[in-house]
């Protein structure tokens, strides 16, 4: 890729990411609106495009290589476009080699183990990329904003365990990417009203998102506190504006491609005999 490229992915990414060790005041230190030098969809259009073919072209790399592997952790609040940026960005991929997970209300034999247990089940394998759509950040949002009694230092103990089990990880072979969406109050409130107006999108409308809507505040400052906490050298954080869908798709393919580029996956060459066996088989299938 030339330089000049992947000099201009950098320079898009950079302000969406949580240095580590930075104390984060969401919404003040990230605008949901931000859409760096892009003014309209159509100004990004072929830098999605770009990404998209460069996912597809380092996923098959990856896949041939098959020693790393790629975790990529998306979060959101309600209505912040999680399925739309993993259908856009990943659209180029072979599915073969991509994993979604979507992690709902824990079942019975999950609450019996440890909260990370049923994650750890779903890590990629070498040579593949896994997409956690919401995670084991749930553990100290929802469950956070919902038990306001817990101690300061609870929240902390889990905070360091996610930070201990994700060094691990890494340690193991298997970068991540965490990604954040971060949606305003005002475009989620659209994005509601839209699941209730258009009748193609009434599927998509729950009570629970306006009951959860109520604890908005609660939210942003557990966000905040995650962020500060767990965006680490090991997997670090990127806030990702999601007001503007197109601006979204974009960041998020950004920062995936940056760091499968950085990764540099090749594909697997073969010693001196393997080369000469199939010197062997080409001139036996020329025979034929």
């Known amino acids: 890729m030339p330089k000049h490229q992947r000099d201009r992915i950098a320079e898009l990414i950079a302000p969406l990411r949580v240095e580590p060790g930075r104390r984060v005041r969401l919404p003040r230190d990230f605008d949901p609106g931000y859409t760096g030098d892009l003014v309209h969809k159509r100004d990004g259009a072929e ?17 041939a290589e098959g020693t790393r592997g790629v975790l990529v952790v998306l979060q959101a609040l309600d209505a912040g476009g999680k399925d739309g940026t993993i259908r856009h960005v990943m659209s180029g991929v072979n599915p073969q080699g991509v994993r979604v997970h979507s992690f709902k209300v824990p079942s019975a034999e999950e609450r019996a183990h440890d909260y990370l247990w049923r994650y750890s089940l779903r890590l990629p394998a070498r040579g593949e990329i896994a997409i956690f759509n919401r995670s084991h950040y749930e553990e100290v949002l929802v469950v956070r ?15 360091r365990a996610i930070n201990n089990w994700e ?10 990417v965490k990604l954040f969406l971060n949606l305003s109050p005002e475009e989620q409130r659209r994005r509601l009203l839209a699941r209730i107006d258009e009748p193609a999108k009434n599927w998509k409308f729950s009570a629970s998102d306006l009951a959860e ?9 557990a966000y905040a506190d995650l962020l500060s906490h767990t965006s680490t050298d090991w997997a670090p954080w990127h806030v ?13 393919a950004a920062v995936i491609a940056d760091t499968l580029m950085a990764m540099d996956p090749r594909y697997p060459t073969l010693d001196r005999k393997a080369r000469r066996d199939l010197k062997q088989f080409r001139g036996a299938l020329e025979d034929k």
Do not use: N, T
């Open 167 to 176: 060094h691990h990880v890494a340690a193991s072979g298997f970068h991540i």
């Open 47 to 63: 830098l999605l495009e770009r990404g998209v073919a460069l996912l597809a072209d380092h996923q098959a790399r990856l896949a």
């Open 213 to 221: 809507r109520q604890h908005w505040d609660d939210y942003q400052r």
């Open 145 to 159: 904003v919902h038990d306001p009694e817990a101690p300061a230092s609870h929240w902390r103990d889990r905070f």
């Open 240 to 252: 990702i504006p999601a007001d503007q869908k197109w601006f979204a798709r974009i960041a998020a």
